[in-house]
């Protein structure tokens, strides 16, 4: 068919998501709540998880999901119960909850060392080691990193060694799970409400540096990552691979 001047009507694009199911896990706020927001556009269904009851139930009404579930994700028990109790297959999990720690080195013990070597790893595996048994063939897992701890800093400690440390774990997680598909966001600084609280009367003087110093000459925001998110569920090429998303803030801070 054609319009009235004779040209082909364009051809309706099909939502990617359409028919599958995406968990967010820290989904309630920031880059969790807009990759729900970003997959529900493209068809999915989604789940949310968060720890503050209140907030997930604004975040669900906000994103139209179809379940939500309060625990705290670093609780491994709590976790498992979660994917055992859910009542049909599943497509894509995503993770932002957990982070870095920033403190010198020299400061902390041998335990709080291992701790933050290991605790975003840790949580990584445990949502993989829950989640895969539920999830459908080709599905995909999406986990955050950031960019910023690539850098060895006396000021943010032992986040450059936990950093180096999460592709070659991803890499080889997406072997090992295969045919579901592993990959990790590297994110630099993202204008999220977490980022807000941590710099609360300098963030819009971190606003404006980044407007200036960033090639792209804007703040990478939440929808941003979300978006990213989305695609490395779409693209079934992609596994075991790190993906940046900082504006170029690595190469200009």
């Given amino acids: 068919m054609g319009d009235a001047t004779g040209a082909p009507a364009a051809a309706q694009r099909e939502p990617e998501l359409r028919g599958q199911t995406i968990v967010v896990v820290g989904g309630s706020a920031g880059i969790g ?8 556009s493209e068809g999915a269904e989604v789940i949310l998880t968060g720890r503050n009851r209140d907030r997930l139930d604004q975040a669900a009404t906000a994103v139209g999901a179809c379940r939500t579930a309060a625990f705290d994700a670093t609780d491994a028990a709590a976790l498992r119960e979660f994917f055992e109790a859910l009542p049909d297959p599943i497509d894509h999990v995503m993770v932002t909850a957990g982070g870095p720690t920033y403190r010198p080195m020299l400061e902390m013990d041998a335990a709080q060392v291992r701790e933050a ?3 975003h790893v840790g949580l990584d595996l445990e949502v993989a080691r829950s989640a895969v048994g539920r999830m459908r063939p ?10 910023g701890g690539r850098r060895v800093s006396r000021d943010i400690g032992i986040v450059s060694a936990a950093t180096a440390s999460l592709p070659p774990f991803i ?5 090992e799970l295969a045919p579901i598909r592993v990959n990790l966001i590297a994110a630099g600084f993202v204008d999220t409400p977490l980022s807000a609280s941590l710099l609360k009367d300098r963030l819009e003087e971190r ?11 804007r703040v990478v925001t939440a929808a941003d990552v979300g978006a990213l998110a989305v695609h490395l569920m ?11 998303i900082d504006g170029g803030q690595q190469f200009v801070s």
Avoid: H, Q, W, Y
């Fill in 234 to 244: 779409t693209n079934t090429a992609l596994t075991g691979a790190t993906f940046d």
């Fill in 117 to 119: 070597l290991g605790d």
């Fill in 207 to 217: 606003r404006s540096e980044l407007r200036t110093k960033l090639p792209i000459g």
């Fill in 171 to 175: 890499a080889t997680l997406a072997l």
């Fill in 33 to 40: 709540l807009e990759t729900a927001r970003r997959a529900r």
């Fill in 138 to 147: 080709g599905g995909s897992l999406v986990f955050m990193g950031g960019t």
